[in-house]
């Protein structure tokens, strides 16, 4: 796997997990952080996990063709 796929799935685990705080506990570990949620920080973290995202859909693609592939070579 890439340096930039691994990032990116990192960081979309770490937002993975403070949404999961926020919906426990209604805790944001990252507004508690970087000095609330409209700090100019936060935003940035906000913004770069919106990314990695984005940019982790490419997955999806990429394991549906692996698995067809898989698929047609065992008929």
Do not use: E, H, P
Request: one cysteine or more.
């Amino acid at each position: 796997m890439r340096t930039l796929d691994m990032v990116a799935l990192i960081l979309l685990i770490i937002g993975g997990i403070n949404w999961l705080l926020v919906g426990l506990f209604q805790f944001d570990l990252v507004a508690s952080i970087f000095g609330g949620q409209d700090s100019m920080l936060s935003r940035i973290v906000y913004i770069i996990v919106g990314l990695c995202a984005l940019y982790c859909l490419k997955f999806l693609s990429t394991s549906r063709n692996t698995r067809t592939d898989n698929t047609t070579t065992r008929a």
